[in-house]
């Protein structure tokens, strides 16, 4: 007579009451990080990212090396306005971007005359945020009118930043505009909202 012989192994109740706990916990963890990771993935694509200042142009508002948040929800609901500082990337480079203040706004007309003057629709634009007088006004010594999403942007730092007046860059459509530069996070005693 043949004796059956089980080869299953009894498992004590509190012994399975705990792997099924262990089995709980490895899957409740495992869904947190999933959500954590597409929140990560939503904010960095659609509300904001964190970017970093490579270069002088936009001095003395941004120095090189300033960590920075860029809004990038914002423009979503509202259009881009004067002295807004944007992000956007270069045209004739991969993973390049350039931050700069926004000027000239769509329908407006910009010129700049050789004494460094800005006129916007005519009129002399008061502002402070140039570094110094403009001795190159590029493309911009002639009228320039705006399109209907088309933005004119110049770097703080008018002597040392490629800007709209370099036809390379020129003329920036609001779909071109990743965001606007929100907040400084580093270095730490600059931390703070960008004030326009």
């Known amino acids: 007579m043949q004796s059956n012989i ?3 192994i009894a ?5 399975r009451h705990d792997m099924k706990n262990i089995l709980r916990e490895i899957l409740s963890t495992s869904l947190y990080l999933l959500v954590v990771l597409c929140l990560t993935y939503l904010v960095i694509h659609f509300v904001g990212q964190r970017t970093v200042v490579d270069g002088s142009s936009m001095e003395s508002t941004l120095s090189d090396g300033d960590n920075l948040i860029v809004d990038k929800l914002s423009y979503r609901f509202h259009d881009p306005e004067r002295f ?7 045209q004739y480079k991969k993973h390049t971007y350039y931050i700069k203040r926004v000027i000239g706004l769509p329908g407006e007309t910009v010129q700049i005359d050789y004494e460094g003057n800005i006129y916007i ?3 002399i634009l008061q502002e402070d945020f140039g570094k110094e007088v403009i001795q190159n006004p590029g493309i911009a010594y002639e009228p320039i009118t705006l399109g209907e999403d088309e ?4 770097g703080d730092n008018r002597n040392n930043s490629s800007d709209s ?6 003329c920036l459509r609001k779909d071109k505009l990743i965001g606007k530069a929100w907040v400084r996070i580093y270095p730490f005693n600059k931390v703070g909202k960008l004030h326009e």
């Open 165 to 170: 007046r370099d036809p390379a860059v020129g």
């Open 11 to 15: 498992m004590h109740p509190e012994e």
């Open 84 to 90: 807004d500082i944007v992000v956007f990337p270069y």
């Open 151 to 154: 933005y004119f942007v110049l």
């Open 6 to 8: 089980s080869d299953r």
């Open 121 to 123: 629709d005519g009129e």
